[in-house]
């Protein structure tokens, strides 16, 4: 089974930064756009950012565009979500995920266009 491990979640203040990683083992992500999810308590998990398979593209829940950037190193088989001036609404279970489908051109949003997912890593903001 595809593991997925996400990193770098914690308790921050607002307008605080947080850098968050994800990695795999056993599996590639050469080839395949990443997402970024999120979910709070109580409420559905939500698209946050993907980025293609080159990096050349991304998109953004406009919730976190102009705060949150997404990026990959595909050398180190990882995606990373760069969070800055987050706010307590941010606060969330964070959660990266592989789209279904290798060298896709399309940048997907949907929960069931992605397939694996990792454990996801908590994103705490305080006011």
């Known amino acids: 089974q595809v593991l997925l491990v996400e990193s770098g979640g914690g308790l921050v203040q607002a307008g605080d930064s947080l850098r968050l990683s994800c990695t795999a083992s056993?599996?590639?992500?050469?080839?395949?756009?990443l997402g970024w999810f999120r979910q709070a308590p109580g409420k559905d998990r939500e698209f946050v950012a993907t980025?293609?398979?080159?990096?050349?593209?991304?998109a953004y829940a406009d919730s976190v565009k102009a705060r949150f950037t997404i990026s990959r190193e595909n050398a180190k088989n990882t995606v990373y979500l760069q969070m800055d001036s987050l706010k307590p609404e941010d606060t969330a279970t964070y959660y990266c995920?592989?789209?279904?489908?290798?060298?896709?051109?399309?940048?997907?949003?949907?929960?069931?266009?992605?397939?694996?997912w990792g454990q996801g890593t908590q994103v705490t903001v305080s006011a």
């Open positions: 995920a592989v789209d279904r489908d290798r060298w896709s051109n399309i940048l997907r949003t949907t929960l069931p266009s992605f397939g694996s």
């Open positions: 056993e599996r590639t992500f050469n080839g395949y756009n």
């Open positions: 980025i293609s398979w080159r990096g050349g593209r991304t």
